[in-house]
């Protein structure tokens, strides 16, 4: 395991940029990545689809247990977790989707986008159990505690 990198990657989901959802802090973003972390053992490559049925059932699971008020579709976070730097859209062209950069639909992301990406780094740490524990914890504990 590598450490120095592990703590890279917790160092930035501790520094998530999140929006305001009447006031407070969005908690969209952090349950997206937990949600991810817990579907990782489901994926054979590092690609990931806003219609993935794993991960949208792990999305609206962790909605329930960490919040009590609205959030927002999964279509929100995976658009806006493009703006953290271990997460790229895997865009089908140069040319961005209509309405661009507003929030796209599920709909409007699987019809642009050849789905997402974690930095192969953070992929490769997300192999091993050990390292996913330890990152869920960080984000449960920073934001949904």
């Known amino acids: 395991m590598n450490r120095y990198a592990l703590d890279m990657y917790r160092q930035m989901f501790l520094a998530l940029r999140r929006g305001q959802t009447n006031g407070m802090p ?4 952090p349950i997206f990545i937990l949600s991810i972390i817990e579907s990782i053992p489901q994926y054979y490559q590092n690609r990931i689809y806003v219609n993935d049925s794993f991960l949208v059932e792990y999305y609206k699971t962790n909605l329930e247990l960490y919040t009590d008020r609205r959030t927002p ?5 995976f658009f806006h977790m493009e703006s953290e730097p271990f997460y ?4 089908k062209t140069s040319e961005r989707p209509p309405n661009y950069p507003h929030t796209q639909s599920s709909k409007s992301l ?4 050849n789905g997402a990406k974690l930095d192969d780094e953070l992929w490769e740490l997300l ?18 505690s």
């Not at 579709?73 to 976070?77: D, F, G, H, M």
């Open 26 to 29: 969005s908690k969209a973003k």
């Open 73 to 77: 579709l999964i279509s929100v976070p």
């Open 88 to 91: 790229e859209i895997l865009w």
């Open 110 to 113: 699987l019809k642009y986008a």
């Open 127 to 144: 192999q091993d159990e050990g390292n996913r524990e330890y990152l869920k914890d960080v984000i449960i504990k920073t934001y949904l």
